[in-house]
């Protein structure tokens, strides 16, 4: 019974064939997500109702042409100020958002780090093709490969090719920089990027049954000479720049088409 | 205004002062979780309506005399069929239940690797005095604090002093083993004991505003001889016992009494 449109369904969950009429964009970072809204002249929801009262979660919502728009981002910490990057406040996030909105499509939008040796360059916008982990060691048959945590990301070839994006695997962890077996796992992973959500949020996505599309910009060559940290300041808002003019390419692109669509 | 009550309610989110009718125990293992819910002779709800539909979660509820008792664990991972250890299902899946089931407290009871150097002994069990993560390295001002994400538990000193438990400082990160920059964070971190959970729930806890107590059984030295793979899986099922013993005890403690009872 298992025909390829079935493979198609079951990897972007059951409205694999739906219109897409509303599209959820998580931003780890404030400054990675206001160009964006400013671009697509979205609006503050200042009494969210469907985040925790006192939580530092934002939501911007508008239209796009005929597409539902929103972006959330996990705010600034309470108590540091700082924005609260890495995989647990995206997660909780990205859960509440997708429970609360029920979108045909999430994207993950934001900053990596990349691998000149994989052919990544600064201000580069990857699709991702894979996710895993490189900071989950549990060196117990069966539990190592589930703390690695591989699941690959939706079939968008025909979106790939019609908007000439690069594609490679992504690997998350939740440091900026990066150990000697951080190293080894995204070797491993055979990542071309690197950041520090990514993985958490296709496994949120799978969860709910959304199919999620995760774009990133690259701020920093990690197999560079350059500091990391340094370079990811330096580019910042540039990448920043490069997601405000791809995710609303991304986001016409998909307005009308069904998530199947994306691959054929 | 703010005497030492409100302090207090602070720590333990607005209802610090209700009587304690309601709670949740999150674990992560089921190995850890099946002797206590046998114990306390709790009951699964296979149609738990509160998880997305499709998620391993589960959920066991009962009562002990007048204590309303849920436990929830993230359950096996769809793929792999291991447990759903880690931050990122277990703050899932306590968001999801918290909001929910609105319990008065939680209580994250689980097993944990200990420090001889701190007086950690195999099978003790700790009541965690301060959450910290080890693995969340952001080398950027300010970032670097948030990354280590440092959170007092809520002041317990007569539930602790009555109920003889130790108590120490627990340090999260996502790996089993322990690298050497775990090393190096986990002493700064001060701790005593180390999981792979702990942090995140209490982050998802103080978001939610839901007073937490954090209960670790010592199922390895990390300091020690032994490697921590072998010795974990030598003394999970002991572990498990101590829990199974120690949960019940708490729950009949705070029965009865406002989380601001706990402390004085």
Redesign the interface.
């Known amino acids: 019974m298992a025909g390829s449109d079935d493979v198609v369904a079951e990897k972007g969950g059951e409205r694999a064939s739906d219109v897409i009429k509303t599209v959820m964009v998580v931003i780890a970072m404030q400054a990675e997500a206001l160009p964006l809204v400013e671009t697509l002249q979205l609006v503050e929801d200042e009494q969210a109702t469907i985040f925790?009262?006192?939580?530092p979660w934002k939501k911007y919502s508008g239209d796009l042409d005929a597409l539902n728009v929103h972006v959330v981002i996990p705010g600034k910490?309470k108590s540091?100020?700082?924005d609260?990057?890495?995989?647990?406040?995206a997660?909780?996030l990205t859960?509440?958002a997708g429970?609360a909105l029920q979108p045909d499509l999430i994207i993950n939008a934001g900053t990596a780090g990349g691998f000149q040796a994989k052919g990544a360059n600064i201000g580069d916008v990857y699709i991702a093709t894979e996710f895993a982990?490189h900071?989950?060691?549990?060196?117990?048959p069966?539990?190592d490969?589930?703390?690695v945590g591989t699941m690959e990301a939706i079939p968008a070839g025909k979106l790939i090719k019609d908007l000439k994006l690069k594609e490679g695997k992504l690997s998350t962890?939740?440091?900026?920089?990066m150990?000697l077996?951080d190293e080894e796992h995204i070797k491993a992973n055979d990542a071309t990027v690197k950041d520090m959500e990514g993985a958490?949020l296709a496994?949120?996505a799978d969860?709910?049954?959304i199919p999620l599309i995760s774009l990133k910009a690259v701020t920093d060559i990690v197999d560079g000479n350059k500091p990391t940290?340094e370079e990811f300041?330096e580019n910042m808002s540039m990448a920043a720049s490069a997601l405000s003019r791809t995710v609303p390419l991304v986001l016409k692109y998909v307005s009308g088409k069904s998530v199947a669509d994306l691959s054929s």
Do not use: E, H, W
């Open positions: 925790p009262k006192g939580a910490d540091l100020g700082v609260s990057v890495g995989t647990v406040p997660s909780l859960y509440a429970v982990n900071d989950r060691r549990i060196p117990i069966v539990f490969k589930y703390g962890g939740n440091s900026l920089d150990t077996q958490a496994y949120v969860l709910l049954a940290v300041l």
